[in-house]
């Protein structure tokens, strides 16, 4: 099962576990995913694929693992704006931590073997001394913004479940994940907003002074290790991330010089309760996952360039 499977991260690892032959359920309300997202996995799962209109939130979540007994359960679903946790902490609540306990009663009453859980590297760690990055996942857990309390909060429930009940875990610390499907509206990923607006020649925005650095890791790279941790890294955080800092400045550097392109820049006000600097060490992910990201920015920010031209192209030619 994989809640907030029509997502852009989650549809990439539902293809990638039907490819592997598994039978798969997906659940999401559809408010940030899309079945678009989904096309393929409907149109070669057949059987295999199973899609469930359902809110993390609501009662009938549980009675559905319940119903459908998974084997593992890959917990995606949740609220990740950081400005809209900060404006409303309790809808954030309300998705992230409420959501994810529906999904644990209905697993620990299922039986289900293991969760693995997709959590916030950029926000669990809070604001780091810049001599702690790349950080480890021995950091302290001191979230500065109520999506990153959130985050952990469902760590700290999935280690009571482990304990109390024996219903294993596996919890993936994820950077900044970025890819073809990611959504390209304000806050949901800049590399997505950046090769849009290169796209079709708007202007980009840069949120403060475009100094602030996180750690892109490409969806492909992340849903390996997703798919991994699925019978590995039992009872642990690892970090999912390539070690390495990327200012927003140097990532649109990048993206333009791949498109030939000189943008106008508007800078907006800073987010509130982004931090500022963030790197994630993946030596644990390597040991325990054996897992390591392969996808270069230069070769991903391509990508999904090009399938931010694809769109363009075809918003053009259908109006």
Not at 47 to 64: N, W
Request: contains cysteine.
């Amino acid at each position: 099962m994989v809640t907030g499977g029509a997502g852009f991260i989650g549809s990439t690892l539902v293809d990638r576990l039907l490819a592997e032959g598994h039978e798969v359920d997906v659940v999401d309300d559809l408010s940030s995913g899309s079945l678009t997202n989904l096309a393929e996995a409907r149109a070669s799962g057949g059987r295999a694929l199973s899609f469930h209109q359902l809110d993390v939130r609501a009662p009938e979540t549980t009675a559905l693992v319940v119903r459908r007994h998974p084997e593992v359960i890959f917990h995606l679903a949740a609220q990740v704006d950081v400005p809209a946790s900060v404006s409303d902490p309790v809808a954030d609540a309300d998705v992230n931590i409420l959501g994810s306990l529906r999904v644990l009663e209905g697993a620990r009453a299922a039986g289900t073997e293991r969760i693995v859980y997709a959590a916030s590297g950029a926000t669990l760690y809070g604001e780091p001394d810049p001599g702690d990055l790349p950080i480890r996942e021995s950091h302290p857990h001191r979230p500065v913004s109520p999506y990153g309390v959130s985050t952990k909060a469902v760590l700290d429930y999935l280690a009571a479940y482990r304990e109390l009940h024996a219903l294993e875990f596996s919890a993936l610390a994820l950077g900044s994940v970025y890819g073809p499907r990611q959504h390209p509206r304000a806050g949901a990923g800049v590399v997505a907003a950046f090769a849009q607006a290169l796209a079709t020649g708007s202007p980009v925005t840069v949120f403060g002074d475009g100094e602030q650095t996180r750690d892109y890791v490409y969806v492909d790279d992340v849903v390996d290790a997703l798919a991994r941790a699925a019978t590995r890294g039992g009872g642990l955080v690892c970090n999912v991330g390539t070690g390495r800092e990327t200012s927003v400045n140097a990532l649109l550097r990048t993206m333009s010089a791949l498109a030939g392109a000189d943008p106008e820049i508007r800078h907006a006000p800073v987010r509130q309760g982004e931090p500022r600097r963030n790197a994630l060490d993946p030596t644990r992910a390597a040991i325990h996952l054996g897992w390591r990201s392969w996808t270069t920015l230069d070769v991903g920010s391509a990508l999904v360039a090009e399938e931010a031209k694809r769109r363009a192209g075809a918003a053009s030619t259908s109006r």
